[in-house]
């Protein structure tokens, strides 16, 4: 090799080893709280030509996932209580004449209420019974009946006055006022007349309304401030005589 050519390689492999001395050392990874004694995690570049990936999203543990379903809130079932149906001094007996009720003899002007929870069947605020007519479908003077949560109906008739907020459709709470007791109608006497029964066409039909069963098992036990349900008895009568028509013989 010539001896000018060797100069030249040699002082080219100079400038280079001067350069690559010359350049700066690589930074040593920074590490958060080390004078502490604390572990730190050091901070890393991303490679060259490569995009770093972004930082991942994490939920507090207490959160549900975002594909979870929040379940609503199961319907609570509605507490069925019973309670007498007059406030005030009274007696009742086992029998009633023609069919299955109870006359509660009471005084005029005794608080007539719920004895269950419910909605509003029909109202008569109005007493258009006439002793010559004699119809049945006004015979009960001012009344009151209502479905109770329990499935039954419930009537009370010849009052002397229905509350004013006592409407078709309004629900009632159990012992809330309905009426005041009185004489109205076809009755001799201040008196509740008091009747059991299903819905059956929950209006219209007076002759179911009236009464199905004898309330006094009931009565005596609300009296008591038991809590016995006519709900088996309804049901099993409902079954035996489905709905019975309007009577040919008006009793």
């Known amino acids: 090799m010539p001896s000018s ?11 280079a080893v001067l350069s690559a001395c010359a350049s700066s050392p690589k930074a040593e990874p920074s590490w958060e709280n080390a004078a502490q004694g604390r572990q730190a995690t050091p901070t890393v570049e991303a490679p060259t030509g490569e995009a770093a990936a972004p930082a991942p999203t994490t939920s ?16 609570q079932a509605v507490k069925v209580t019973y309670t007498f149906p007059v406030i ?16 509660v003899m009471t005084a005029c002007g005794h608080t007539f209420v719920a004895v269950t929870s419910g909605v509003v069947l029909t109202v008569s605020k109005k007493d258009t ?38 409407n078709p459709g309004v629900r009632v709470k159990t012992g809330q006022t309905l009426g005041k007791t009185g004489d109205t109608g076809d009755a001799s006497a201040c008196h509740l007349h008091f009747g059991i029964s299903p819905p059956c066409a929950k209006v219209g039909d007076w002759w179911n309304q009236r009464g199905t ?8 036990s609300w009296r008591a401030k038991g809590q016995k349900s006519a709900v088996a008895a309804v049901k099993a009568w409902q079954k035996k005589n489905g709905c019975p028509k309007k009577p040919t013989v008006d009793k």
């Open 60 to 75: 507090p543990a207490t959160s549900a996932p975002a594909t979870a379903a929040v379940k609503p809130k199961a319907a």
């Open 213 to 220: 069963l004898y309330p006094w098992p009931y009565l005596d």
């Open 5 to 15: 050519f060797r100069k030249l390689v040699l002082a080219g492999l100079s400038v």
């Open 88 to 103: 005030g001094k009274s007696s009742y007996a086992h029998t009633h004449h023609d069919y299955q009720a109870t006359d």
């Open 129 to 166: 019974w006439s002793a010559k007519v004699n119809a049945g479908a006004t015979r009960g003077g001012l009344s009151v009946s209502i479905l109770g949560d329990d499935g039954v109906r419930y009537y009370g008739s010849h009052l002397s006055a229905v509350g004013t907020n006592i």
